[in-house]
């Protein structure tokens, strides 16, 4: 057996960094794409649906049939060449139903990759006894907020939002391969038997829950926050992508720190009372409507609840005797799903009351998931 998996993980943390850098670029350019197609708010959250519908078929498909026969770099390579030009695909789209159309297969290739990515660092974390789940997502925060910075960058400097999107498309092909040698090698993968289709356990369900009502609000940041910014706040479209940078800020020092963090305050304090202490922070500096003050407390909001999703993950495979693989994409899937109900609502509340009333939301949804995760584990002790 290897000593250490320095290759896997280096491997696994620059994938989740180009996936959510090429994510992060394209939601700066989403108030672009919107009014270059006059796509309303309803009509953006659909388009996102179909990308949950798609995701949430390819993490079961990817866990049973795909994972089990060619191995979780095999699968991870797979999403990201579908993943790659779809970008550049959707930004060339002359019309709303050839925009909704593309969401599904960019839907298929992300449900490639992020279940199977954090199963793979999830199963190197097993066997290297390292906290590794909170840093890979402090790479998918970092990802995020470099591609929200560079997305300005290109503007001024490249007119053709195209151009931008096939250079990094190239990146991410240039990427599988050195996915291909260095990714973790099948045998030191858990026993992947391909297993029928069944209802997850009870613990699994709830935990999925909270998955699935972070998923489902997540695109209020991620999504919707660059039009909040340019349409209700009055910045100007370069400004765009502020409210990402500084969640992701925060995102990444909490997450760069997690384990330190998870050593001397534990799990409940680092998944639970950060979260709620940090959403609390965010719903009153909203009722400020004061930039500065909502970009402080956007900041706080990131580092609260940076880890949630890390400890989640950390607690429910802790808790179950599945494969790491299945468990991941059970979980993922139903987090996943609020891909599906998630944008469609928070769209048509954009439309109907305002984005600031989803910001308001998201706070009290991300609260109250704190609260749901203080009392599972305390039963669990």
Known sequence: MKSDFKKEILTCFGGAFLIMFMIGIYFVYLPWNMERLNITETQLGVSICAFGFANLFANQFGARIIVPKFGTSNTIILGTIIFSYLPMIISSVPNYFYFTLFFIPIGLGAGLIFPVLNSQIAIVEKKTKKILIPFTQACFSAGSLFGALSAAFFMKLIPDPRITFFIVGTIFLIYSVFFYFYGLDKKYEENQEVESFKLPKNNILIYGFLLMMNFATLGIIIDWSPVWLTKDLGAPL???????????????????????????????????????????????????????????????????????????????????????????????????????????????????????????????????????LFYLINYKK
């Open 238 to 372: 370069f400004m765009g992508g502020l409210i990402i940078i500084f969640f992701n800020c925060g995102e990444i020092f909490a997450r760069v720190a997690a384990s330190k963090l998870i050593n001397k305050f534990g799990d409940i304090a680092v998944g639970s009372y950060f979260s709620i202490v940090s959403c609390t922070i965010l719903f009153l500096s909203i009722l400020t409507s004061n930039l500065y003050i909502i970009l402080f407390g956007i900041i706080v909001f990131g580092f609260g609840t940076a880890n949630f999703v890390a400890v989640v993950l950390r607690k429910a495979i802790s808790e179950t005797n599945e494969s790491i693989s299945l468990t991941v994409s059970n979980l993922l899937t139903l987090g996943f799903a609020g891909f599906i109900f998630g944008p469609a609502i928070v769209g048509y509340l954009a439309e109907l009351i305002s984005l600031t009333f989803n910001m308001y939301l998201l706070s009290v949804i991300w609260a109250f998931n704190g609260i749901i």
